[in-house]
Every structure is written in C-alpha cells, then in structure tokens.
C-alpha cells in the first residue's frame, strides 16, 4: 500500500484547507490513519488519527475544535478538513496508517505508524 497525501497550498489565517490521503489499496477494518506534520526546525507533531472501522478519532489539543479527520470508505480516502487555520499551522502535512487489532486505542505516537506517505505542504501567511 502506498499513500498520497494532497490538498496543501497557501492560504490566509483564518481560512480552511482541505488535505486528502489516498491509498493505492482497499484500507482494511483493522487500520487506523494518522495525520502529522512537521514544521522547519521543529520535531514531528501529531495531528489527528482515526480508526477505518469505526470512525473513531483523537486530536492533538493545538488543532481540536478547528480540524475534522474523516473516512470515505467508497473512495479509499482520508480527509483533514482545516478550518480557522493559524500561522503556526504551517508545515508540511503527512498521514500515515498503522496496523491495529480492533478496540487498539488510538494513539499520537507516529513510532506506532507502519507505514508513512509523501507530505503535502501548508502554508499559513498572517
């Protein structure tokens, strides 16, 4: 399986952007899918993750409230749906799936993710 994240670009503070995470593979019930990003100059930060059978979900407390992680099943995709986004939202935006029996707690470790896809870049001008 491989991943491919888009949806990046340049946008105003206080405007929304919406990523998208595509896998060449049918994502099977016992994944779940990561959001990351990692700025210049600083370590790799959670963002968001989802269980694929589920639809449960956990956010890092920078981006909750603002961001909406959610599944297509149909299209084989995860979205990020950004909203009010910051400057210090900038980065570059990767997802990633980890293999996890069912009822695995999500988790906002990227340790814990198998498998990593090219980032898409975020860019949030003041």
């Known amino acids: 399986v491989q991943l491919q994240a888009s949806g990046g670009g340049l946008v105003l503070a206080g405007g929304s952007l919406r990523l998208s995470c595509a896998a060449s593979?049918?994502?099977?019930?016992?994944?779940?899918v990561g959001w990351f990003r990692q700025a210049p100059g600083k370590e790799r930060e959670f963002v968001a993750a989802l269980t694929w059978r589920e639809a449960r979900t956990l956010y890092s407390d920078s981006v909750k409230g603002r961001f909406t992680i959610s599944r297509d099943s149909a299209e084989n995709t995860v979205s990020l749906q950004m909203n009010n986004l910051k400057p210090e939202d900038t980065a570059l935006y990767h997802c990633?799936?980890?293999?996890?029996?069912?009822?695995?707690?999500?988790?906002?470790?990227?340790?814990?993710?198998?498998?990593w896809g090219q980032g898409t870049q975020v860019t949030v001008s003041s």
């Open positions: 593979a049918p994502i099977l019930s016992n994944y779940h």
């Open positions: 990633a799936l980890r293999q996890a029996p069912s009822r695995t707690p999500l988790t906002a470790s990227g340790a814990q993710f198998d498998l």
